[in-house]
């Protein structure tokens, strides 16, 4: 059988494992609420493609990617009124890319023996479905009031709208995050494993949420969409205020985290993040700002943000609005000569039409177009830094179609 | 005469809409746990025990909020009176706590007898129950502005 046949239907039973999920996500009773211990989960699956021959953008490839599934459960247990511990495990497939090499006899030279071999690349890509378990968090809370409660163990961080909700499709109006921000720039991480407070002050029409950490974060890095590297940033000391508004729906933030050691295998040093946030989530509308600035001293500074919109039309259609953009300024030269200058840069113009079942269930599709390649690049240069790019740009704007389902239960 | 009764009219009007919040609130009624000394209650604070923002009583003894299920009617005009949000809108704020680590809602039990079970053997517990509903051992809460 083709490998185009063989992925269309292994994205075939991808869909049908999670439309079966579905069917009981859409019980109410399907999550397990008893009074001190509770059972929730969340999925997704999508089909992502692009329109540029050759490139990558947001696991969407030109011929169509299934392959893009991942599901979550999540188990809270509250044994006495002080005491909460959680735990959460994500577990996700999807398609690794590696490049086509053939073995040839190498050239002789100053750092080859006689008769070697090497892996030669023949610049094609293969792709294969790939499966990971990660734990997304796991500790405990203990409520001294409201005001202080101190969590340890390995906690969502507290940044802006979404790292505490990174995957949960069925609290947002896109399929997937916005890149800028959530892209794997290790501007923002899902958790860190440390100690914290948070709390809440009730300030009579409105409302002060806080949060207070310290301990070690570790977010990936895209260099290229098949060159993500693990960074872990030491040392951390970070925050947030959310101010509720009298408004019903209306709050705002401010967050920000800085760490002074890294043993990433790019040897970043420190590095940190502050940004601002805005939501407003009402009945039928929904808006979301989010402007962050991230600083690797020697290494990239960046701006990036988002705004996004939802209209729910009546009470299963959303039409949605997004305008996504990063502008980083590297600062090693040997990265810069060998890259165009339209890495460094990211625009994606959205737009969504959806159609919730209920709060818990929801069909997506989206239209993006791109502008600039830090996310959009070349296949084989994703998967071979230099081979492809000799001096030549990049075709710098891309169309990507999407659609898909996510649940929560 | 003609001016008589279009101010009659208008009085029987401006009557007929002060009566009608008052006709939703007869709805439902609040009920805490016997050992809750308190006799009224604002829709803001029993907003904030039924979200969590609020855990504890005046007393410091902890508040125990205890919802119906999501299809109930009981349910549906209680969160538009108290919350002021749709059940929908309520539950994506539950979501978002939940899968965000900060808390857990609130158990959900079916119908007003388990209520008000739930609620006369949980110290600390506050519910809500259509307004026909048997109290007997809980407290009834007058609901304030």
């Given amino acids: ?409 | 005469m003609k001016r008589i009764r279009k101010f009659i009219a208008l009085l029987l009007v401006l009557i007929a809409y002060r009566a009608s919040p008052a006709q939703a609130d007869e709805s439902f009624r609040i009920i805490v746990n016997s050992g809750i000394a308190i006799e009224t209650l604002d829709r803001k604070d029993i907003a904030k025990f039924f979200v969590k923002r609020t855990t504890a009583w005046d007393g410091g003894e902890s508040v125990v909020p205890v919802d119906q299920a999501p299809d109930s009617q009981v349910r549906e005009v209680f969160s538009e009176a108290v919350h002021g949000r749709s059940v929908t809108a309520v539950k994506s704020f539950w979501q978002k706590q939940i899968f965000s680590g900060r808390s857990v809602p609130p158990p959900e039990v079916s119908g007003d007898a388990a209520v008000v079970e739930f609620v006369k053997r949980t110290p600390g517990a506050i519910g809500y129950v259509s307004a026909s509903a048997d109290t007997a051992g809980v407290r009834t809460v007058r609901l304030g502005e």
């Avoid at chain 1, 006689?114 to 809370?141: C, M």
């Fill in chain 1, 1 to 409: 059988m083709k490998d185009s046949s063989l992925r269309v239907m292994r994205g075939w039973v991808h869909a049908l494992v999670i439309l079966g999920a579905l069917w009981c996500a859409t019980d109410p009773g399907a999550a397990w609420a008893g009074e001190k211990f509770q059972l929730h989960g969340y999925g997704s699956w999508s089909y992502r493609r692009t329109a540029n021959a050759g490139y990558i953008f947001d696991n969407g490839t030109h011929e169509g990617n299934y392959t893009n599934v991942s599901a979550t459960l999540n188990v809270a247990a509250q044994p006495t009124e002080n005491l909460l511990a959680v735990i959460q495990a994500n577990w996700q497939l999807q398609e690794a890319r590696t490049l086509d090499t053939v073995l040839l006899p190498l050239p002789p030279g100053p750092f080859t023996l006689p008769g070697q071999y090497g892996a030669i690349p023949i610049g094609t890509v293969t792709t294969t479905p790939k499966s990971t378990v990660e734990l997304d968090y796991a500790f405990a809370e203990w409520a001294f009031s409201d005001a202080i409660r101190f969590r340890a163990g390995q906690v969502k961080l507290p940044f802006g709208l979404y790292t505490e909700i990174w995957d949960v499709g069925t609290l947002r109006p896109f399929l997937t995050l916005p890149k800028s921000i959530y892209g794997g720039q290790a501007i923002v991480a899902e958790a860190y494993q440390g100690g914290g407070f948070t709390g809440n002050f009730d300030l009579g029409d409105w409302g002060l949420l806080y949060d207070l950490y310290g301990g070690q974060v570790t977010s990936e890095f895209e260099l290229l969409p098949t060159w993500i590297v693990d960074s872990t940033l030491s040392d951390v000391l970070g925050g947030r205020v959310v101010l509720i508004t009298p408004t019903e729906g209306l709050s705002f933030g401010f967050s920000g985290y800085f760490g002074l050691r890294s043993d990433s295998a790019l040897l970043f040093l420190e590095r940190g993040s502050v940004g601002f946030h805005l939501d407003y989530s009402g009945e039928s509308f929904l808006a979301r700002f989010e402007v962050v600035f991230s600083k690797v001293p020697s290494f990239i500074n960046a701006i990036t943000g988002y705004g996004e919109l939802a209209y729910m039309i009546d009470e299963h259609i959303q039409v949605a609005a997004r305008v996504d953009f990063y502008k980083g300024e590297g600062k090693i030269a040997l990265i810069k000569a060998s890259t165009p200058e339209t890495t460094d840069e990211h625009a994606d113009y959205a737009v969504g039409l959806n159609y919730w079942f209920s709060p818990n269930f929801v069909i997506k599709t989206g239209y993006h177009y791109v502008r600039g390649n830090r996310f959009s690049v070349p296949t084989a240069f994703a998967t071979n830094f230099v081979t492809p790019y000799a001096g030549l740009p990049f075709d710098d704007s891309n169309h990507l179609f999407e659609a898909g389902a996510q649940f929560s239960f």
